[in-house]
T-cell receptor
Framework: AQSVTQLGSHVSVSEGALVLLRCNYS??????LFWYVQYPNQGLQLLLK??????LVKGINGFEAEFKKSETSFHLTKPSAHMSDAAEYFCAVSANTDKLIFGTGTRLQVFP | GAVVSQHPSWVICKSGTSVKIECRSL??????MFWYRQFPKQSLMLMAT?????????EQGVEKDKFLINHASLTLSTLTVTSAHPEDSSFYIC??????????FGPGTRLLVL
């Protein structure tokens, strides 16, 4: 069975600061891992995905995530936060199916 | 590429009526689509898997007679909330699978049942 844990339901950073959103997964088979972003009253937008190629995955809007098997982690980072990054971020896992298991989400606030 | 649309974006209906929500993949074909429900400040809850040309697969606890899903073509899936009640008010989001195991999401439909 697969599961995802997102540590921290809320993260606040200053504009220009490093963004770090944590995600740990559990999977009985090699996982596919995803980060999605959701802006208010909108659907989810794919930021990036890991599909067993390079462990460091670069996504859109300057985000990247590193797959660490030993730590069962897939944390999302961005070197410098922008006001427009304020949103809800979801980590998700799938394994050999198209079905996604989502984490509970992390709300990112960016202060000027 | 990989654009998914939903219609309508907002719907308000009276209790007891039925509401149909459409999900379309605009620039790709999708044999598999998913329907989710999201409550305020919560994560997405998978309701069902919609497969083109076959019956939908519902998650445990989701009433299949309440939430009718039809995947009539490779670009269209519909969710019909039958005899809607206020507790069905929610944000409904669909997704379509384009590449292997990658879902692309629609913008969501907010349903308010009075």
């Amino acid at each position: 069975a697969q599961s995802v844990t997102q540590l921290g339901s809320h993260v606040s950073v200053s504009e220009g600061a490093l963004v770090l959103l944590r995600c740990n997964y559990s999977s009985s088979v090699p996982p596919y891992l995803f980060w999605y972003v959701q802006y208010p009253n909108q659907g989810l937008q794919l930021l990036l995905k890991y599909t067993s190629a390079a462990t460091l995955v670069k996504g859109i809007n300057g985000f990247e995530a590193e797959f660490k098997k030993s730590e069962t982690s897939f944390h999302l980072t961005k070197p410098s936060a922008h006001m427009s990054d304020a949103a809800e971020y979801f980590c998700a896992v799938s394994a050999n199916t198209d079905k996604l298991i989502f984490g509970t989400g992390t709300r990112l606030q960016v202060f000027p | 590429g990989a654009v998914v649309s939903q219609h309508p974006s907002w719907v308000i209906c009276k209790s007891g009526t039925s509401v149909k929500i459409e999900c379309r993949s605009l620039d790709f074909q999708a044999t598999t689509m998913f329907w989710y429900r999201q409550f305020p400040k919560q994560s997405l809850m998978l309701m069902a898997t919609s497969n083109e040309g076959s019956k939908a697969t519902y998650e445990q606890g989701v009433e299949k007679d309440k939430f009718l899903i039809n995947h009539a073509s490779l670009t269209l899936s519909t969710l019909t909330v039958t005899s809607a009640h206020p507790e069905d008010s929610s944000f409904y989001i669909c997704s379509a699978v384009r590449l292997k195991e990658t879902q692309y999401f629609g913008p969501g439909t907010r349903l308010l049942v009075l």
